[in-house]
């Protein structure tokens, strides 16, 4: 399993953390740990472009900044 850490675009409040949130935990074998406005931090099995083309859909363009193994 991976985590990701993400800087995502186009977050301004609450309702976008609830949204980028359900958006992550909707995906097969991940689990957004914590998300900021502008940022989050995933346990995944998924594939980064899996997880990026998913929160553009929902209206957040993604960059996986940081990832590593566990």
């Known amino acids: 399993m991976a985590t990701l850490t993400l800087r995502i675009d186009n977050m301004h409040c609450g309702s976008c953390i609830r949204r980028v949130t359900q958006t992550l935990n909707t995906l ?3 689990h957004a740990d914590e998300v900021r406005v502008g940022s989050a931090r ?3 099995t998924a594939a980064p472009d899996v997880i990026q083309q998913s929160l ?3 209206g957040y ?4 900044e ?3 193994e566990t």
């Open 28 to 30: 097969p074998g991940t």
């Open 42 to 44: 995933v346990h995944t």
């Open 56 to 58: 553009a859909a929902a």
């Open 61 to 64: 363009p993604t960059l996986v």
């Open 66 to 68: 940081f990832s590593s």
